[in-house]
């Protein structure tokens, strides 16, 4: 298996590509548009071909590439079933795996940042998006999110997974790469709670400002990155 974490300090998000080396297939998790050139070029030179771009939620603070990707590579585009954005070709619910060669991504639904966040797992470790960050989680505040909702996404399903599954984020604000579900247990301060009300209480607490760019991205991103133009049309990039 090939895999590489690439990381967009502009919006401090992590992209992950994995690949199978027998088919030389690959796929791509939450591509920034800005980097679509740095992945293409990247899985060209290990010689092999993206067959998905997968976005784990409609992100808010950064445009995806997933809309470009498609154009260019002619790669499947992946999201959840409860996704809004109706440019997506394969629309994924819990339970279910995406196969890329011989690598399974089983999807996983862990609502509660956005109501169309999931998560992806696969064999040690497990891509959570914002659902669970590094020593934090993500916010419940917009987007449809629900901190109870969060709650059990974290206590009920991603908190099941084996202590040593590596956990890889969508952002980190702090340097840091990976974690494993053992060490977000024992050590994430959001984790250390004894009820969803807690829960709650904690993220209602935080009163974080709105992403620079959540005007323009969300609505970009549920049309698979493409931004509007002044006149109403789309314009890709
Ligand atoms: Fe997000």
Redesign the pocket.
């Known amino acids: 298996m090939i895999f590489r974490q690439f990381f967009d300090p502009v919006s401090c998000t992590y992209t992950y590509v994995l690949g199978d080396e027998v088919g030389r297939e690959a796929c791509l998790i939450d591509p920034v548009l800005d980097r679509v050139d740095e992945y293409a070029q990247w899985i060209d030179g290990q010689g092999f071909r993206l067959v998905y771009a997968i976005d784990t ?1 409609i ?3 950064h445009i995806t590439g997933l809309g470009q990707l498609r154009e260019r590579t002619a790669c499947r585009t992946a999201m959840g079933e409860k996704s809004p954005a109706e440019c997506v070709d394969v629309k994924l619910s819990e339970g279910e795996s995406l196969t890329i060669g011989s690598l399974l991504l089983k999807v996983l639904y862990t609502p509660g ?2 109501d169309d966040s999931y998560s992806y797992v696969m064999a040690d470790r497990v891509f959570t ?2 659902a669970l960050l590094i020593r934090g989680t ?1 916010r419940t505040d917009f987007q449809n999110g629900d901190a109870y909702q969060a709650y059990d996404s974290l206590f009920h399903k991603l908190l099941l997974l084996p202590e040593a599954t590596a956990v890889y984020p ?2 980190d604000y702090h340097g840091q790469t990976v974690s494993t579900i053992g060490d977000e247990k024992r050590l994430n301060p959001r984790l250390q709670v004894r009820s969803a009300g807690e829960y709650a209480d904690l993220m209602a607490s935080l009163r974080l400002p709105d992403p620079r760019l959540m005007d323009v991205a969300v609505p970009a991103n549920r049309r698979c990155g493409q931004v509007a133009s002044p006149d109403g049309a789309g314009r890709s990039g």
């Open positions: 939620h992100h808010a603070d940042h956005t998006g914002d993500g969508a952002h």
